[in-house]
């Protein structure tokens, strides 16, 4: 199995700049895309960005140009730099990991983390 906690979430002025993390653990070797994801009250949950065990990404029209996603692969952990942050932005941030095991793609989710912008 894998665990996925986030971190760095918080509150930030439109225009800011905050830095979430994601830190896998367990079957990490197994994991095959890494994505985050958001959710604000009242509207469906919605993929920000994702990322490959290659290394290849995908980000989401309204954050292209302001988000990067990354991996560390070292310290099994994924990144996302968000900057020109917008009210608009405000939610719980969830990471997301694929995962085989016995030939079976499995999903996982972390807690999520508050990320908040204020206008």
């Known amino acids: 199995q894998v665990q996925l906690v986030e971190s760095g979430g918080g509150l930030v002025q439109a225009g800011g700049s905050l830095r979430l993390s994601c830190a896998a653990s367990?079957?990490?070797?197994?994991?095959?895309?890494i994505a985050w994801y958001r959710q604000a009250p009242g509207k469906q949950r919605e993929m920000v960005a994702n990322?490959?065990?290659?290394?290849?990404?995908m980000y989401a029209d309204p954050v292209k140009g302001r988000f990067t996603i990354s991996r560390d692969n070292t310290k099994n952990t994924v990144y996302l730099q968000m900057d020109s942050l917008k009210p608009e932005d405000t939610a719980v941030y969830l990471c997301?990991?694929?995962?085989?095991?016995?030939?079976?793609?499995?999903?996982?989710w972390g807690q999520g983390t508050q990320v908040t912008v204020s206008s």
């Open positions: 997301n990991a694929d995962f085989w095991i016995h030939n079976t793609l499995l999903e996982a």
């Open positions: 367990g079957s990490t070797s197994t994991i095959n895309i």
């Open positions: 990322i490959s065990s290659g290394g290849s990404t």
